[in-house]
């Protein structure tokens, strides 16, 4: 019976029972304060959806990460609040920036193997840090950028109402949950599980290398500045703590704990450590002396996570029904349900 | 001329500190094949537990240092036990986020017993030595001459003892070594040790002419990266002289480009190096 | 269909591969043999483009492939197995296959956006070339299991069925047989000749000399990095420089 209830969160009618969830919490929500955290979540699980690209799918671990989570926010923040730019435009502004950056960072370090392409992007992470902390004519330097503009609702929606930006960044979340579904399922995101699996196997496959390395990095670079920029839009204030590595750390705790290279990994993973640290409140300066042994004791004995280890056991025992059920009914010559791998 | 030479002296300074601290890391590295993100927290619980041991339980500085030295080493030993050997079949990418965990949880733990504040640790050699003119602070001195006296004790330690010589063939030959009946274990749990007693030492070297503070490791570990890059992953010699290199550049640029932006030159170092060289400087391999 | 000329690897100073010529025929079944040491996965990293030789030349099907790129020469179809395969342990064998067939197909990040007709047709495609390579290989039945939980000779095999997703006209084979038992071994004897009939030319390297002496239509012997034989079983058994190379020579076992 929790089999049968189990194989349901797979199903993929199950998403719209929890965007439906989604758009009711406003409403049963105790107060704003805990919408505004969700929409903080929702922005952090955008990020973390970047980071599954390179590194759960890809198999890179991107340290940089925040920095380009930080370069969006800034990009989008400078403009606004020192150039008057207008939101969207901004907003599309932050994304080409992420990407282009993404691009060149990319190229030259994804000829870097394991170990050297992590360290080299720590490095790169803190330069951006450094740059934005001082380069005070540019980025305001230790004072941040303040006023920054708020998402343009062009008159219809006010979004500097936590919970019409709520309802923002949800549309934004579900459309990044959209598209990485589809390219996880597709043809182009299985090539990039085949460069995780290993360089040279995927060498002997046909794939290049560079091309589709530099493509998932810069594909999650953008997806970092896209969750920058909404941040920046509902904080309405930045700084360069924004780009401090903790930031990164954090990302890969969520995506670890979720699930690395599973489509609701990011998001579980997210919203569990989020909600988590909340409910230990006095706690949350310390979070790291219970996250930090978690993080760790979850490599080791369940490094897919929680939606890797559930989405493992539940293929398990499916398949060892449906093989057992074949035995007993060889005349009928059944070969076992297919289980949605990809939840 | 003599602030020439004042700034050289610096620089062998901070080069002495960062060889130490990248001589740890590279010997982790090169036997073992682990980057241990870990080793920045590690700095920088020796420097607290010299603080400890000297502040709060009045120790003397050697007594603190050793004490350091001590608590340190089995830390790290105690990393390699529960962390790093149930992971030496996972995937590398195993490796560096469990490291990542255990450096969260140390900061975190620090900080949550002596604060977030910058603190400042006294030691008996606040004197200073005038030379010719030339102005040497006695603890810069000791910090150069406690580097050399630990590399050089180092290197004899792994030529000349029997227990050294089976790191050094491990990290030569891992299959050799196994054959000939060395205990992986051993030599696994005596590289952290080494490595982590290291990083304690040159914490509580550096301490009294720094500050202590949980984030102090961040930076260390940064450029101890880069250093064992530059060097040569598991290269002794190349540990002490990237970190020399290093050092130089930071002290010389910090003065006579920007002191804002010294921290960069390391990184930046990296940057161009790998960017033309994606295999690192010193590395011997077949492609 | 594959000529090799002059083929010289260095490492250093050290020769891996030395002045190796040798010519396959289409549609054979060759081994490549020797003791420990001798080149061999040296050789095969060089036709298949993980290394580059430091002279000599590759040519497959008259075409110089000697300069090109890994992932280049899969595509001019060149298809390979490694000693360690390293599959996706957490998906089944089928999605482990359905990628190989991704270099003869052309979507890209478009077509994911768009979900483009080119896409699904090529989705469909690779998922069924990749359920004809099972099927070849005589593990449809297992098609939904984790690859860590199948055994090491159903694992072997899969790895084959990944080469042949590539749709190669080559297929270098390395070590295939080591460490399953001689009842598997001559299993996997006999997929090997069906892929012969199947119009695949097969390379291997092999140390099972039973195994290699009943499937091969031509044999070449390397020994430090040099041929020393080439022919045909019957002909490379008697070779006395193989003999020597193996067990070493009657004069050094009088001394």
């Known amino acids: 019976m929790w089999l049968k209830l189990a194989a349901l969160l797979t199903r993929p009618a199950t998403k719209y029972f929890f965007i439906a969830l989604a758009l009711v919490f406003p409403l049963v929500a105790q107060n704003e304060y805990q919408i505004y955290v969700m929409a903080s979540a929702f922005v952090w699980a955008i990020a973390v959806y970047g980071l599954n690209i390179i590194t759960g799918y890809c198999g890179q671990l991107n340290l940089a990460h925040g920095g380009f989570f930080a370069l969006g926010a800034y990009t989008l923040g400078l403009l606004t609040a020192d150039y008057g730019w207008s939101y969207w435009p901004a907003l599309v502004a932050a994304l080409v920036m992420t990407a282009v950056v993404g691009f060149f960072v990319g190229v030259v370090s994804l000829r870097l193997k394991e170990h050297y392409f992590a360290i080299f992007t720590l490095c790169v992470g803190f330069i951006m840090y450094l740059l934005m902390d001082k380069w005070e004519e540019l980025t305001h330097g230790p004072v941040g950028v303040r006023n920054i503009a708020p998402p343009n609702g062009f008159g219809l929606v006010d979004f500097t109402d936590t919970t019409s930006i709520y309802y923002l960044v949800l549309v934004f979340l579900v459309l990044t949950m959209w598209f990485i579904g589809r390219l996880s399922r597709s043809l182009l995101g299985r090539t990039f599980t085949a460069i995780r699996n290993g360089d040279e196997l995927a060498q002997s496959l046909g794939i290049n290398l560079m091309r589709n390395k530099v493509l998932a990095f810069v594909l999650s670079t953008t997806f970092a500045g896209l969750a920058g920029a909404l941040y920046a839009g509902m904080v309405r204030f930045i700084g360069p703590e924004d780009a401090n590595v903790l930031h990164t750390f954090d990302m890969i705790t969520y995506l670890l704990v979720g699930g690395i290279g599973t489509l609701s990994g990011p998001l579980v993973g997210t919203m569990g450590i989020v909600w988590l640290t909340q409910s230990l409140q006095f706690m949350e300066e310390y979070r790291m002396i219970l996250f930090g042994p978690l993080l760790v004791f979850l490599v080791i004995f369940f490094p897919r996570g929680i939606v890797g280890s559930f989405l493992s056991w539940l293929h398990r025992r499916t398949q060892g029904e449906a093989e057992a059920a074949a035995k007993t009914q060889q005349s009928r010559g059944t070969t076992g349900r297919r289980v949605n791998n990809n939840a | 001329m003599n602030i020439l030479l004042q700034n050289l002296i610096n620089g062998l300074t901070l080069g002495s500190i960062y060889s130490l601290v990248a001589l740890g890391l590279t010997l982790v590295y090169g036997i073992l094949h682990i980057p241990n993100f870990a080793h920045g927290a590690l700095y920088m619980v020796g420097a607290f537990m010299t603080y400890f041991f000297m502040v709060d339980l009045g120790a003397h500085y050697w007594i603190a240092m050793i004490g350091s030295g001590a608590v340190v080493a089995l830390l790290a030993v105690l990393c390699e036990r529960l962390v790093f050997h149930p992971l030496r079949h996972s995937p590398p990418i195993h490796d560096k986020i469990a490291a990542i965990g255990i450096l969260l949880f140390l900061e975190a733990l620090v900080q949550m017993i002596w604060g977030a504040d910058f603190r400042r640790m006294s030691s008996p050699f606040t004197g200073v030595m005038n030379i010719q003119g030339l102005i040497i602070p006695e603890q810069r001195a000791l910090i150069i001459a406690g580097a050399a006296v630990l590399v050089v004790s180092l290197q004899l330690f792994l030529r000349r003892t029997m227990t050294g010589s089976t790191i050094l063939a491990m990290a030569q030959n891992r299959e050799g070594a196994f054959l000939v009946g060395i205990d992986a274990n051993r030599v696994a749990m005596m590289t952290f040790a080494i490595s982590g007693m290291l990083a304690a030492f040159a914490a509580t070297l550096y301490a009294p002419i720094n500050l202590v503070y949980p984030a102090m490791g961040h930076l260390v570990i940064m450029k101890a990266f880069v250093i064992i890059i530059i060097g040569g992953m598991g290269s002794i010699p190349g540990a002490v002289i990237g970190g020399m290199v290093i050092g130089f550049s930071e002290a010389l640029g910090g003065f006579y480009i920007s002191n804002d932006y010294k921290d960069v030159i390391a990184f930046a170092l990296l940057v161009v190096i790998l960017s033309i060289r994606p295999q690192g400087l010193f590395t011997k391999g077949a492609h | ?217 031509k044999i070449m012997v390397l020994d430090h990095g040099e041929k020393i034989a080439e022919g045909t079983p019957e002909q490379v058994r008697e070779d006395p420089a193989v003999i020597e190379a193996y067990l070493g020579s009657d004069d050094d076992a009088a001394a």
């Not at chain 3, 595509?75 to 089928?94: H, K, M, P, Y």
């Not at chain 3, 000749?193 to 002496?213: A, F, N, S, W, Y």
Request: glycine share 8%; net charge negative; charged share 25%.
């Open chain 3, 1 to 217: 269909m594959l000529r090799i000329e002059n083929l010289t690897k260095m490492f250093g100073g050290l020769a891996a591969v030395k002045d190796i010529s040798v010519e396959f025929e289409a549609n054979q079944v060759n081994a490549i043999i020797g003791p420990n040491g001798a080149g061999k996965s040296t050789f095969f990293n060089l036709v298949a483009g993980s290394h580059k030789p430091s002279f000599g030349h590759i040519i497959l099907d008259g075409e110089d492939i000697t300069t090109l790129r890994c992932d280049y020469i899969a595509r001019r179809g060149v298809g390979r197995t490694f000693q360690t395969t390293n599959l996706f342990e957490q998906a089944s064998v089928l999605d482990n296959l359905i990628v190989g067939h991704r270099l003869r197909t052309r979507s890209g990040l478009w077509d994911v956006l768009v979900n483009s007709r080119r896409l699904q047709q090529e989705e469909k495609l690779s998922r069924d070339k990749a359920r004809e390579a099972l099927e070849f290989v005589g593990l449809s039945h297992v098609e939904n299991r984790f690859i860590a939980d199948i055994t090491q000779e159903e694992r072997k095999r899969v790895a084959f069925a990944l080469a042949l997703t590539t749709d190669p006209k080559i297929l270098l084979l390395d070590e295939p047989a080591a460490g399953i038992n001689p009842e598997e071994t001559q299993g996997l004897a006999e997929l090997i000749g069906r892929m012969k009939d199947h119009g695949l030319t097969v390379c291997l390297i092999e140390h099972k000399m039973d195994m290699v002496m009943g499937i091969a239509d």
